[in-house]
């Protein structure tokens, strides 16, 4: 980019997550990788900085300088743990036992000395209650009101036919005699016949 004559360049390439979704008391992974233009010396430096989601100051919460300074202060003390590889470009930390309070913004920043210019990602933690592991859509609600009734009227037309298959069947068998207190092929059962009747009338009007 020139501009009024002075060259400025990103001599580091930094990826971080727009944005992550986590649950109270699962531990979240942060990632962030980086890119430099000059080979990874003991000088290279990490840091990772919080700001609330309310705004407010903001907070370093992790250093790495040859080796790992997770925070010692604050609401994430003894809460962020390091995964990264800086000889892979690796710059990622975990965050244990997340909680409603910890939602904001993660920034995370790398210098490699000369490359010390770089962008800034932002990644926007969301921590929420976990809920019901399936939660019905309108779209599968709808299904469900729109096929059980059919399924209903299916099966219990399948049973009345099996019902009246099996009578006709036992009157074809050589030797059937009709039983003296058999007197029509009515159901057995009228009320809950009635009842079934009603019941198929209401599905084939919900469809």
Same mark, same amino acid.
């Given at each position: 980019l020139?501009?009024?004559?002075?060259?400025?360049?990103?001599?580091?390439?930094?990826?971080?997550?727009a944005?992550?979704?986590?649950?109270?008391?699962?531990?979240v992974?942060?990632?962030?990788?980086?890119?430099?233009?000059?080979?990874?010396?003991?000088?290279?430096?990490?840091?990772? /900085?919080y !700001?609330? *989601?309310?705004?407010?100051?903001?907070?370093?919460?992790?250093?790495?300088?040859? @080796?790992?300074? =997770?925070?010692t202060m604050?609401?994430?003390?003894?809460?962020?743990?390091?995964?990264?590889?800086?000889a892979e470009g690796?710059a990622s930390?975990?965050l244990?036992?997340?909680v409603?309070?910890?939602?904001?913004?993660?920034i995370?920043?790398?210098?490699?000395?000369?490359?010390v210019?770089?962008n800034?990602?932002?990644?926007?933690?969301?921590? /929420?209650? !976990?809920? *019901?592991?399936?939660q019905?859509?309108s779209?599968?609600l709808?299904?469900?009101l @729109?096929f059980? =009734?059919?399924?209903?009227?299916v099966?219990?037309?399948?049973?009345?036919?099996?019902?009246?298959?099996?009578?006709?069947?036992?009157k074809?068998?050589?030797?059937?005699?009709k039983?003296?207190i058999?007197?029509?092929d009515?159901?057995?059962?009228?009320?809950?016949?009635?009842?079934?009747?009603?019941?198929?009338?209401?599905?084939?009007?919900c469809?």
């Open positions: 020139v501009s009024s004559g002075v060259y400025n360049a990103f001599s580091l390439e930094i990826k971080a997550s944005k992550v979704r986590g649950f109270v008391g699962e531990e992974l942060l990632k962030c990788s980086f890119k430099s233009s000059s080979p990874i010396s003991e000088s290279l430096r990490i840091d990772w /900085t !700001r609330p *989601l309310t705004g407010g100051q903001m907070e370093t919460i992790f250093h790495y300088q040859s @080796v790992p300074y =997770p925070t604050g609401k994430f003390k003894d809460r962020i743990s390091w995964i990264g590889n800086v690796d930390i975990v244990q036992s997340p409603l309070s910890d939602n904001g913004t993660f995370c920043s790398v210098k490699n000395p000369p490359d210019y770089h800034i990602p932002q990644t926007m933690l969301i921590v /929420t209650e !976990r809920g *019901l592991s399936f019905l859509t779209a599968t709808l299904s469900i @729109v059980l =009734p059919s399924i209903v009227v099966v219990l037309l399948l049973v009345r036919m099996g019902r009246k298959f099996g009578v006709l069947k036992e074809k068998k050589p030797g059937y005699k039983s003296s058999e007197v029509s009515e159901p057995e059962h009228p009320e809950t016949d009635k009842c079934l009747g009603k019941l198929r009338d209401w599905c084939l009007k469809v």
